[in-house]
């Protein structure tokens, strides 16, 4: 089946860093994907739509120029969390629709 | 606004049934899912419903929708150890996007031997 791969699945950075997670699609084109954020014991919630060739779409509240998305190809979307500060810290997941909704394994993201 | 409301916890002996169940808000929302999320991994799709049906089974799962009291509920016969995990319901909101959807904040389900 459709298989979508997150990398990297954990990642430890100091504050002011940036940090990139990369979302691939293996065996479909995805013209949409999908980043979410998951805080513990808090539900998914989405933070933007990611579009192949254009520009991402913030959800309300998320800020774009921290967390910058790049839709270059069908198969690849990138997360770049800029700046990180510690209330950053959080897992991360995205998804690509293909016939159906297909989501990554997730980042966990730890700032200090 | 738009809400998905599950219980936070359930504990459950292996081979009795685990009943899930969720509430929504939007009643425009086209399909309804169940997710479930093993520890450290990401969310599985385990079934959906579209809003016209009332029920669907699928092996241990039965899926009940009840659109009226806008009400969900995942069955999941002869549980497992291996079937603890979150369970996540979901709605896909307005439009129908399964990219937008609105996700509960997930059901613990603990199976005890």
């Known amino acids: 089946g459709a298989v979508v791969s997150q990398h990297p699945s954990r990642v430890i950075c100091k504050s002011g860093t940036s940090v990139k997670i990369e979302c691939r699609s293996l065996d479909f084109q995805a013209t949409t994907m999908f980043w979410y954020r998951q805080f513990p014991k808090q539900s998914l919630m989405l933070m933007a739509t990611s579009n192949e060739g254009s520009k991402a779409t913030y959800e309300q509240g998320v800020e774009k120029d921290k967390f910058l998305i790049n839709h270059a190809s069908l198969t690849l979307s990138t997360l770049t969390v800029t700046s990180a500060h510690p209330e950053d810290s959080s897992f991360y997941i995205c998804s690509a629709r293909g016939e159906k909704l297909f989501f990554g394994s997730g980042t966990q993201l730890s700032v200090l | 606004g738009e809400d998905v409301e599950q219980s936070l916890f359930l504990s459950v002996r292996e081979g009795d049934s685990s009943v899930i169940n969720c509430t929504y808000t939007?009643?425009?929302?086209?399909?309804l899912y169940w997710y479930k999320q093993e520890p450290g991994a990401g969310l599985q799709l385990l079934t959906y419903i579209f809003s016209n049906m009332d029920m669907k089974q699928d092996q241990r799962l039965t899926v009940l929708l009840n659109k009226k009291d806008k009400h969900l509920s995942l069955r999941i016969a002869d549980t497992q150890t291996g079937d603890s995990a979150i369970y996540f319901c979901?709605?896909?909101?307005?439009?129908?996007?399964?990219?937008?959807?609105?996700f509960g904040k997930g059901t613990k389900l603990s199976v005890k031997p």
């Open positions: 939007d009643s425009s929302s086209t399909y």
């Open positions: 979901a709605e896909s909101g307005h439009g129908g996007s399964q990219g937008n959807l609105i």
